[in-house]
T-cell receptor, first 112, second 115 residues
Framework: KQEVTQIPAALSVPEGENLVLNCSFT??????LQWFRQDPGKGLTSLLL?????REQTSGRLNASLDKSSGRSTLYIAASQPGDSATYLC???????????FGGGTRVLVKP | NAGVMQNPRHLVRRRGQEARLRCSPM?????VYWYRQLPEEGLKFMVY????????ESGMPKERFSAEFPKEGPSILRIQQVVRGDSAAYFC?????????????FGDGTRLSIL
């Protein structure tokens, strides 16, 4: 059974500092891994999707890496801003089936 | 070009009542997924449907919960005889029908509160 863990559960940084969010999964037989952002009372916004054959994906200040063999992904957010304050979720899509397994999320607060 | 639409956004029910949650997928999407987010927990998969078919319901509680996605109209998640533990945010996602592992697009969720 796939289990996804995110560490830390919460993170508070001053504005301008780089953010490093970690995600680990127990079953390496994944099709892809996705990072989402969730604002309070809102749905999920997809940030980056990494296919299992890829090592990383980049979008603006965001960079996500994937090491499938060790079951890890890291989301880097450069030069954090107060608007980056949100909960960040990682989710894996198993190779078999069509459902996402989510981590518990990391709640990020960027202080001005 | 509307996204995934869920209604209502907030639903309050008393114990023992029924809750009906609706989800209209994105235009052109024929696959729907329901996830539940309990307080202080991550999202958990409940059910995956295509038009008129339940494909995977491995995450659905065995009793009181049912889901459908009819040929016409939205997908419905139905919870009968609700209990306090059903209080959660219920999210719907949809994806394109061609092939597996298509990106899932999420709605804003329905927040269900049980009094």
């Amino acid at each position: 059974k796939q289990e996804v863990t995110q560490i830390p559960a919460a993170l508070s940084v001053p504005e301008g500092e780089n953010l490093v969010l970690n995600c680990s999964f127990t079953d390496s037989a994944i099709y892809n891994l996705q990072w989402f952002r969730q604002d309070p009372g809102k749905g999920l916004t997809s940030l980056l999707l990494i296919q299992s054959s890829q090592r990383e994906q980049t979008s603006g200040r965001l960079n996500a890496s994937l090491d499938k063999s060790s079951g890890r992904s890291t989301l880097y957010i450069a030069a954090s801003q107060p608007g980056d304050s949100a909960t960040y979720l990682c989710a894996v899509d198993k190779a078999a089936g069509n459902k996402l397994t989510f981590g518990g999320g990391t709640r990020v607060l960027v202080k001005p | 070009n509307a996204g995934v639409m869920q209604n209502p956004r907030h639903l309050v029910r008393r114990r023992g009542q029924e809750a009906r949650l609706r989800c209209s997928p994105m235009k052109g999407h024929s696959h729907v997924y329901w996830y539940r987010q309990l307080p202080e927990e991550g999202l958990k998969f409940m059910v995956y449907l295509q038009k008129e078919n339940i494909i995977d319901e491995s995450g659905m509680p065995k009793e009181r919960f049912s889901a459908e996605f009819p040929k016409e109209g939205p997908s419905i998640l139905r919870i009968q005889q609700v209990v306090r533990g059903d209080s959660a945010a219920y999210f719907c996602a949809s994806s394109h029908g061609q092939g597996e592992h298509q990106p899932q697009h999420f709605g804003d969720g329905t927040r269900l509160s049980i009094l």
